[in-house]
């Protein structure tokens, strides 16, 4: 007799099994994979990913995607022949609000960089440029949604719980998946946007403190000594083998849970270790801006990454501008100036320190926000959201540098060529990970699931 | 067979004579050729080809639904040429020569020579006699239409052995099925165990010690059922089993999205269901209320509030895309209805056919089209009928008395108001903006729809002028002067009855409802392989609602409809065995699990509809059982594992996680801190209430409840996960609250002297109390050695303590 409790061993041993590392140790995965028909269809060229989210939206005209004929209409209204959108402020008759940059081409395939973003300029050689991503969402909580599961409904499982499905984690005494704001606490739609939705709660995203402990529960409260500690989980394993001996064999469970205690002792010794940054030198840290008030805190995040990578964990979101920073309905000269400080030189930091420990070419690095910004003004000096045509860059896991890919038309408000929806955004960022967005499935409800909503399609110029 | 055969000598006849096709065309066709066209080739294109190809999409300009489209062809060319296979597109096209279709498999060879025979012919296309209906249904395969789910409920024979293990019918579908395979179930579990087991899938809680103590010295069948009996008699057995409807129904007391604002009053609707299983409401009315309560009965206060069901989608009030917004909601509510009632998922047949199950695109939107009249309301009427004639006379009182100021204010604040109102209107999309502006008489009933959206966003707005930084000058003081005198009144006014979320229609004249991106209009209907007519709607005259929901409930409490009670006997089945007779409780299609005792199923669906839909009956059944009293070992352990590892056929009793809040509601109850407070308004989760009362704000789930695999409230949930991860070993060992209730536990326990003696009395006290069983001479020996290390004993009791809590038998039922 069999049942179909367990659509596959992985999940088998994962939702009875002892967590994330065991899966992917265990070398199941890998036949697991092979059977259901995951097995890259093509060399995965990228191991991890880095995901920047600049939340609350950068604007694309002001940063990486320069609009001469923006100048040139400043003041009108937005001639018709762009078609009608939705503005979630609604200031639909507002003014073009001509870009105050000054631009320059960069590095040597020429890549148009403002001076908003001097140290990002100086890796574009590193970077591809999609000039052209699109989505759904008019709001922060509809985009910020759609950015992490393809849908702007909340519900589903984020990207990076897909990950983790598909590719479990390369440590056992880490998290697969990890998130880290720069601001706790304060991200649109909370913690639902690392949730593993409808999968089983093995995959969702850990959030990581920049702070002691790094996660939560990670200590015991107050000041137990790590001998009590030890002879508590000593007698722990006692009582539950007594327990687990005769049951064991009816409910394989008990064995994982008895594990799982073996496992979070081992955690609480690699997290701490993950994110003690003592031997990090003065210049690295300064490389990361953590020598500089405006730039030490994300600085910090991006280092964490940097380590958290090399340490196995597949997937790190890092948010800045947490609580829609970047949301410049008004003012957008202050808001952007302010935020390009902080992130500018950490953001740059991180690739090249990537680059130069090797890491890149297998790290996949993605800047970007929700939506970007719209051509025409709010409040007379700020952009409203621009879900209709936006940029987000790329960096190594096999992306070539040195490229711009996509336009937007004469004013930045839609994309144009090659036009990327989030969903193929995601099933780009799966196929360069070695997974066929198509088959990767989960079934839930009588549904066969997939990541990207059983749209999307990758965008293969990234690789050059 | 015989037919066909007819039928090609037939057709081979008539290719003998080399007749014309013209002369066939002209000819009536003969009744061999209507009945191959009506068996084989009509509904070979319907299933095939008509959604790309029918009246809702041609695809590449291509219609295949009548001879004169087939004729005059695509994009491509003709697409049959009558009595020339060879010359015909669709053959070539079948054949996977050139085009391709359909395209995701290619049809059986069988099926082609058919169209191929049919072409030959001469492509007669009979006058269709069939209704829009039965058209319908010309979309389904035989499998499809014989599928187990959709027949109907048999009352099947029980099975007759006289084996003293039997104590009900359920042990004879049981013990046929292990018998067959050449095992025997296990003995019935020892008195501490089944208890434990009892209390848990009853009330969530575990018995007290001295019940315990009782049972074990008395386990006679009388004292078990007694047992049974209060315990379903109890309110804890209503907060149990309530847990699983609201996982159901997605319950929360918040919008979700970003602003995820408090809904208040909303909770009404969580008491509403406890109560209903407390007091054994017929499933029947159950669902008849939460889905029509306000048209079948109006006047009820409790059906007002079980229509709460149709209010619990997720929502964002700063969306100003009205239109999409709303669709999302009525999918929501589609989706829901269908997971929950019918155990059928739609929400794959929302933008095309259903690959899989006989679920049409039109059956989604049929089902939708009950709710397209919705309008949420908040009602005043959670109060008896006097107490609101008594607010309405006091504020009617109060009114009188302001009546002057109140005019003067609202003077001063309209042209403010009213700018303010258009300035967001403007704001909307084109596609939405031009009907806010006419009066609410003027919009359709779909419009009023929208703007009911829109006003809630703009009356948001409206709240938020700061009139006294507003007004300058005189008018400020003008300004001031007024509100001072209205605050005068302020005590004759009285205190604001509380308003609850329930439902409407926009009025008794209901919206189009359209199939998703189309312009084709369908009407209300059920599941078109169970019935496919359009559902013959009853509006009561004068009433304010369509009566569609009505319809409905009563298709889905009908005691012919094969799937509610079947979902229903199952759902409840699966809270005391870990999984359902059918494993995908909210799935009985194709992609679903068969039913592993499809009898006992049917058994079980029949004895529910026949005892007037009481849910307790059927726990009874179930408790009454040696099935569900099994041990969770069985002696012929290791031969069972060899032929049925995962226990389908229920040789044992499966050993089960407790869930999220059992979990969190067991440490309180272990700590003695639990407040069995029953109903009310929902509390903070510091509070020592039951989990189902605490808030559930869907941004911020509970810590706790969230590790232990709770909802997110989001999606409906039919059955809850159990994982095992190292963080929740974390949190068991670290988390604050958690090391609270162990040292809460340990300091109401603490042995007074470390004299073994002592000891020994207060371990087996702890072990009766967190385990509900007495306590064994190498565990008091363990307990012994860790008590006496060199720590206090105060500090080596609390860590005891918290171990205790951290085991698996503390987690764990067997």
């Known amino acids: 007799m069999t049942s179909n409790r367990f659509q596959t061993r992985r999940e088998m041993l994962s939702r009875a099994g002892a967590g994330f590392g065991a899966i992917a140790l265990s070398g199941l995965l890998q036949d697991e994979r092979v059977r259901a028909g995951e097995k890259a269809h093509h060399t995965p060229t990228a191991k991890n990913v880095i995901f920047l989210f600049m939340e609350g939206g950068p604007s694309a005209m002001d940063l990486f995607d320069p609009k001469p004929k923006l100048r040139e209409l400043a003041g009108q209204p937005l001639p018709d022949s762009f078609g009608p959108i939705i503005t979630p402020m609604g200031e639909y008759n507002a003014p073009l609000l001509a870009d105050k940059r000054k631009w320059k081409q960069h590095g040597e395939a020429g890549t148009w960089v403002s001076d908003w973003l001097p140290n990002i300029a100086n890796c574009v050689d590193d970077i591809a440029v999609i000039r052209s991503l699109h989505g759904n969402g008019l709001n922060h909580s509809n985009g910020v949604c759609q950015m992490n599961t393809c849908s702007i409904r909340g519900g589903r499982p984020s990207l990076g719980s897909w990950v983790s499905y598909g590719l479990g984690t390369e440590n056992s005494n880490l998290p697969g998946f990890v998130v880290l704001e720069d601001i706790p606490n304060k991200v649109f739609n909370k913690s639902r946007n690392w949730s593993a939705g409808f999968m089983p709660a093995v995959y969702q995203g850990t959030a990581l403190y920049n702070s002691n402990p790094p996660i939560k529960n990670l200590t015991p409260p107050g000041s137990l000594s790590s001998d009590r500690q030890l002879e508590k989980l000593e007698l722990l394993t006692t009582v539950n083998k007594r327990h687990a001996s005769k049951l064991s064999k009816e409910q394989s469970e008990l064995e994982a849970r008895i594990e799982s205690f073996e496992l979070a002792y081992r955690m609480q010794q690699a997290a701490p270790d993950a994110v003690d940054l003592a031997s990090e030198t003065e210049e690295t840290k300064k490389l990361y801006g953590m020598d500089q008030d405006d730039t030490k805190d994300f600085g910090k995040n991006c280092l964490l990454a940097r380590r958290l990578v090399?340490?196995?964990?597949?997937?790190?979101?890092?948010?800045?501008?947490?609580?829609?920073?970047?949301?410049?309905?008004?003012?957008?000269?202050?808001?952007?100036?302010?935020?390009?400080?902080?992130?500018?030189?950490?953001?740059?930091?991180l690739i090249q320190d990537l680059k130069r420990r090797g890491l890149l070419e297998e790290t996949l690095v993605i800047w970007g926000g929700e939506f970007g910004r719209t051509p025409m003004s709010e409040k007379g000096t700020g952009r409203d959201h621009n879900a209709y045509g936006f940029t987000m860059f790329m960096a190594g896991g096999g992306v070539k540098g040195g490229q711009v890919i996509g336009t937007t038309d004469e004013v930045g408000l839609h994309a144009v060529e090659d036009r990327m929806h989030i969903k193929d955004l995601h099933t780009t960022i799966l196929y360069l990970l070695g997974i066929d967005n198509m088959k990767l499935?989960?079934?839930?409800?009588?549904?066969?699931?997939r990541p990207t909503l059983n749209e999307g399609s990758p965008m293969l110029k990234l690789l050059g | 067979m015989r037919c066909n055969?007819?039928?090609?000598?037939?057709?081979?006849?008539?290719?003998?004579?080399?007749?014309?096709?013209?002369?066939?065309?002209?000819?009536?066709?003969?009744?061999?050729?209507?009945?191959?066209?009506?068996?084989?080739?009509?509904?070979?294109?319907?299933?095939?080809?008509?959604?790309?190809?029918?009246?809702?999409?041609?695809?590449?300009?291509?219609?295949?639904?009548?001879?004169?489209?087939?004729?005059?062809?695509?994009d491509s060319g003709q697409a049959v040429v009558p009595g020339k296979p060879g010359e015909s597109l669709l053959l070539a096209a079948v054949n996977y020569d050139g085009l391709e279709m359909p395209p995701k498999e290619k049809l059986s060879s069988e099926e082609i020579d058919h169209l191929a025979t049919w072409i030959r012919s001469g492509a007669p296309w009979p006058q269709s006699n069939l209704t829009p209906a039965q058209n319908l249904t010309l979309r389904f395969t035989e499998s499809q239409k014989n599928f187990w789910a959709f027949q109907p409920i048999q009352i099947p024979r029980i099975p007759n052995s006289n084996s003293p293990w039997v104590t009900n019918a359920i042990d004879q579908f049981v013990l046929q099925k292990l018998n067959a395979h050449d095992l025997s179930p296990a003995q019935?579990?020892?008195?501490?165990?089944?208890?434990?087991?009892?209390?848990?899938?009853?009330?969530?809680?575990?018995?007290?010690?001295?019940?315990?103590?009782?049972?074990?010295?008395?386990?006679?069948?009388?004292?078990?059922?007694?047992?049974?009996?209060?315990?379903?008699?109890?309110?804890?057995?209503?907060?149990?089993?309530?847990?699983?409807?609201?996982?159901?129904?997605?319950?929360?007391?918040?919008?979700?999205?970003?602003?995820?604002?408090?809904?208040?009053?909303?909770?009404?609707?969580?008491?509403?269901?406890?109560?209903?299983f407390q007091n054994d409401k017929p499933y029947d009315q159950f669902i008849q209320?939460?889905?029509?309560?306000?048209?079948?009965?109006?006047?009820?206060?409790?059906?007002?509030?079980?229509?709460?069901?149709?209010?619990?989608?997720?929502?964002?009030?700063?969306?100003?895309?009205?239109?999409?917004?709303?669709?999302?909601?009525l999918n929501d509510i589609t989706d829901v209805t269908g997971d929950t009632f019918l155990g059928m998922g739609m929400s794959c047949a929302r933008c095309h056919d259903h690959k899989f199950d006989p679920i049409l695109q039109e059956d989604y939107f049929r089902l939708q089209a009950f709710f397209s009249p919705l309008l949420p309301i908040n009602r005043i009427i959670n109060a008896p009928a006097e107490k609101i004639a008594e607010y309405q006379q006091k504020l009617?009182?109060?009114?009188?008395?302001?009546?002057?100021?109140?005019?003067?204010?609202?003077?001063?604040?309209?042209?403010?108001?009213?700018?303010?109102?258009?300035?967001?209107?403007?704001?909307?999309?084109?596609?939405?903006?031009?009907?806010?502006?006419?009066?609410?008489?003027?919009?359709?009933?779909?419009?009023?729809?929208?703007?009911?959206?829109?006003?809630?966003?703009?009356?948001a707005q409206i709240t938020k002028i700061k009139w006294e930084d507003h007004f300058k000058d005189d008018k400020k003081a003008q300004w001031e002067e007024l509100t001072a005198k209205l605050k005068e009144f302020d005590k004759l006014k009285p205190l604001a009855l509380e308003v609850l979320p329930t439902i409407t229609d926009v009025g008794a004249n209901p919206p189009e409802t359209f199939i998703q991106d189309t312009d084709e209009l369908v009407q209300p209907g059920i599941l078109s392989i169970i019935d496919p007519s359009d559902t013959l709607i009853q509006q009561n005259v004068g009433a304010p609602t369509t009566g569609r929901r009505t319809a409905l409930a009563h298709w889905i409490t009908n005691k012919k409809n094969p799937l509610t009670s079947r979902v229903m006997v199952n759902r409840i089945w699966q809270h005391y065995f870990g999984e359902g007779i059918v494993a995908t409780p909210s799935d009985f299609?194709?992609?679903?699990?068969?039913?592993?005792?499809?009898?006992?199923?049917?058994?079980?669906?029949?004895?529910?509809?026949?005892?007037?839909?009481?849910?307790?009956?059927?726990?009874?059944?179930?408790?009454?059982?040696?099935?569900?009293?099994?041990?969770?070992?069985?002696?012929?352990?290791?031969?069972?594992?060899?032929?049925?590892?995962?226990?389908?056929?229920?040789?044992?009793?499966?050993?089960?996680?407790?869930?999220?809040?059992?979990?969190?509601?067991?440490?309180?109850?272990?700590?003695?801190?639990?407040?069995?407070?029953?109903?009310?308004?929902?509390?903070?989760?510091?509070?020592?209430?039951?989990?189902?009362?605490?808030?559930?704000?869907?941004?911020?789930?509970?810590?706790?409840?969230?590790?232990?695999?709770?909802?997110?409230?989001?999606?409906?949930?039919?059955?809850?996960?159990?994982?095992?991860?190292?963080?929740?070993?974390?949190l068991v060992l670290n988390n604050d609250w958690i090391v609270e209730r162990a040292n809460k536990l340990a300091a109401n326990t603490e042995p007074d002297d470390a004299s073994p003696k002592t000891l020994d009395a207060a371990v087996s006290h702890l072990h009766l109390h967190l385990f509900g069983r007495p306590v064994q001479d190498t565990e008091l020996a363990t307990a012994h050695k860790f008590l006496t290390k060199n720590t206090s004993l105060s500090a080596n009791w609390q860590d005891y303590c918290h171990v205790l809590l951290c085991s698996n038998e503390f987690f764990y039922l067997d």
């Open chain 1, 310 to 349: 090399e340490r196995g964990v597949r997937f790190v979101q890092l948010y800045h501008g947490c609580g829609s920073k970047w949301d410049a309905h008004q003012n957008i000269e202050s808001n952007h100036t302010k935020n390009c400080k902080a992130s500018d030189k950490p953001v740059a930091g």
């Open chain 1, 441 to 449: 499935v989960y079934h839930h409800q009588g549904r066969p699931e």
């Open chain 2, 5 to 74: 055969l007819a039928f090609f000598t037939f057709v081979f006849a008539l290719l003998n004579l080399a007749l014309s096709n013209t002369f066939l065309m002209a000819q009536a066709e003969s009744s061999q050729q209507v009945k191959f066209f009506e068996e084989k080739i009509r509904p070979l294109l319907a299933r095939h080809c008509y959604e790309c190809h029918g009246d809702k999409k041609q695809k590449s300009g291509l219609r295949v639904d009548s001879i004169d489209a087939l004729i005059k062809g695509g």
């Open chain 2, 188 to 276: 019935i579990a020892n008195p501490e165990k089944l208890l434990r087991r009892l209390y848990f899938d009853l009330t969530g809680l575990a018995p007290s010690s001295d019940t315990v103590t009782d049972f074990i010295a008395d386990p006679s069948e009388e004292h078990y059922r007694s047992i049974v009996d209060s315990l379903l008699a109890s309110p804890q057995y209503g907060e149990r089993w309530a847990r699983f409807w609201l996982d159901l129904v997605r319950y929360a007391e918040s919008d979700g999205y970003n602003s995820d604002s408090y809904r208040s009053g909303a909770w009404h609707y969580r008491d509403y269901v406890i109560k209903a």
């Open chain 2, 289 to 329: 209320e939460q889905l029509a309560g306000d048209e079948l009965a109006p006047q009820n206060l409790e059906a007002q509030i079980a229509t709460g069901y149709l209010r619990h989608w997720i929502y964002e009030y700063n969306q100003r895309d009205a239109k999409s917004q709303w669709a999302i909601i």
């Open chain 2, 396 to 459: 009617l009182i109060w009114e009188e008395a302001t009546k002057d100021v109140r005019q003067q204010i609202d003077e001063m604040q309209a042209s403010q108001k009213k700018s303010s109102r258009h300035a967001q209107y403007s704001k909307f999309p084109l596609d939405v903006r031009p009907f806010l502006f006419k009066s609410p008489a003027e919009r359709s009933p779909y419009e009023q729809q929208l703007a009911y959206l829109a006003d809630l966003q703009v009356d």
């Open chain 2, 589 to 730: 299609g194709i992609l679903g699990s068969r039913p592993t005792h499809p009898e006992l199923l049917d058994y079980l669906a029949s004895e529910l509809t026949s005892n007037k839909w009481s849910i307790k009956h059927i726990h009874r059944l179930i408790l009454h059982s040696s099935t569900y009293r099994q041990s969770a070992m069985n002696p012929m352990g290791e031969k069972a594992r060899g032929i049925d590892f995962d226990n389908v056929l229920l040789w044992r009793a499966n050993v089960r996680r407790l869930d999220a809040e059992q979990i969190r509601d067991s440490l309180l109850a272990a700590s003695g801190e639990l407040d069995r407070k029953s109903l009310g308004p929902p509390v903070e989760a510091s509070k020592p209430r039951r989990s189902i009362y605490l808030k559930v704000i869907r941004n911020q789930p509970n810590e706790l409840l969230m590790a232990f695999d709770g909802t997110d409230n989001i999606l409906s949930t039919p059955e809850r996960m159990t994982t095992t991860t190292p963080n929740q070993a974390l």
